[in-house]
């Protein structure tokens, strides 16, 4: 069965420092994985995902993560955090049963 | 840009009452979902629908709830009897095309039950 564990329910940084929310997974078949932003009393976005092809996935908002099947990691980084980062993020995993298993969720704080 | 919209955002009902939550997938999508998130908790896998017919469910998707898509546009999801545990926040997602694998959320219909 699939999993995602996201270490830190809660993770402040300051403004211009770098981000790093970390993800793990497990899956017993190739994973396609995601990370989604969820703004206050909003729906889930896209940030990137990662299916097949180059390990390091660039997505929105100048964020980006990096597959590394030997650690079973698919950390979330940008390298100067804004305010408007501030949101909850969800590490997710699927595989070709298709549907998406999320990880608890880290809330990004963003510290003027 | 295409987007997939629920409504209503927000329903209140009473224990044992049903409800109907409604979404509109993107127009040309063939593959549709429920998800729940329970506040604080979360978002957890429900139902996945293909071809008019479900294609997976999980073990909360019990036989109180129920998904239909009607008509060419809609696809909703049944509660028969509500509980106070139901009480979440319901996401309905649509995906295109075999292999593209990205699912498209809507914002949610955030579900009270008293």
């Known amino acids: 069965a699939q999993s995602v564990t996201q270490l830190g329910s809660h993770v402040s940084v300051s403004e211009g420092a770098l981000v790093l929310l970390r993800c793990n997974y497990s899956?017993?078949?190739?994973?396609?994985l995601f990370w989604y932003v969820q703004y206050p009393n909003q729906g889930l976005q896209l940030l990137l995902k990662?299916?097949?092809?180059?390990?390091l996935v660039k997505g929105i908002n100048g964020f980006e993560a990096e597959f590394k099947k030997s650690e079973t990691s698919f950390h979330l980084t940008k390298p100067s955090a804004h305010m408007s980062d501030a949101a909850e993020y969800f590490c997710?995993?699927?595989?070709?049963?298709?549907?998406?298993?999320f990880g608890k969720g880290t809330r990004l704080h963003i510290l003027p | 840009e295409p987007e997939v919209t629920q409504t209503p955002s927000h329903q209140v009902t009473q224990m044992g009452q049903e409800v109907i939550l409604r979404c509109v997938p993107i127009?040309?999508?063939?593959?549709f979902y429920w998800y729940r998130q329970i506040l604080g908790q979360k978002v957890e896998f429900l139902v996945s629908?293909?071809?008019?017919?479900?294609?997976?469910k999980s073990e909360i998707f019990d036989d109180q709830f129920s998904v239909e898509r009607p008509d060419g546009s809609n696809f909703t999801l049944k509660i028969r009897s509500t509980k106070l545990e139901d009480s979440a926040m319901y996401f309905c997602?649509?995906?295109?095309?075999?292999?593209?694998?990205?699912?498209?959320f809507g914002p949610g219909t955030r579900l009270t039950v008293l």
């Open positions: 899956s017993s078949v190739p994973p396609y």
């Open positions: 997602a649509s995906r295109g095309l075999a292999g593209t694998y990205e699912q498209f």
């Open positions: 127009s040309n999508h063939l593959y």
């Open positions: 997710a995993v699927s595989d070709r049963d298709d549907k998406i298993i």
């Open positions: 629908f293909y071809n008019n017919e479900i294609s997976e």
């Open positions: 990662y299916t097949t092809g180059a390990t």
